[in-house]
């Protein structure tokens, strides 16, 4: 098992920045991706970035140039550092860290997802 737990979110005027940051607890080891997700009332989760145990870094065409997602593995820590923000950022922001499990003795495995509670980003005037 693994939780995470959002922090950072809060109000930002257009062009500003915001750090948030997901700390995981409990099988951290077992984590193999981080990454952070989007979500507006009545639409799907999005995904915005992830990054890889080793660092690889995967972007939404949408946020490219304005945002960097960091890990620390050492302390199980995220972080999504946004720039530029404007107000169509405006969404829900979820953490959310994948698990390979192995489920059978020739090394079958399964890729579990854990999720946050989410933070709210509000950008406005």
């Known amino acids: 098992q693994v939780q995470l737990v959002e922090s950072g979110g809060g109000l930002v005027q257009p062009g500003g920045s915001l750090r948030l940051s997901c700390t995981a607890s409990?099988?951290?080891?077992?984590?193999?991706?981080m990454g952070w997700y989007r979500q507006a009332p009545g639409k799907e989760r999005e995904l915005v970035a992830s990054i890889t145990k080793g660092g690889s870094t995967n972007y939404a065409d949408s946020v490219k140039g304005r945002l960097t997602i960091a890990r620390d593995n050492a302390r199980n820590k995220g972080n999504l550092q946004r720039n530029s923000l404007q107000p169509w950022d405006t969404d829900v922001y979820y953490c959310?860290?994948?698990?390979?499990?192995?489920?059978?003795?020739?090394?079958?495995?399964?890729?579990?997802?854990?999720w946050g509670l989410g933070t709210l980003v509000t950008v406005s005037a």
């Open positions: 959310n860290a994948e698990v390979r499990k192995v489920i059978n003795v020739e090394g079958a495995s399964v890729n579990i997802q854990y």
């Open positions: 409990g099988s951290v080891s077992s984590i193999t991706t």
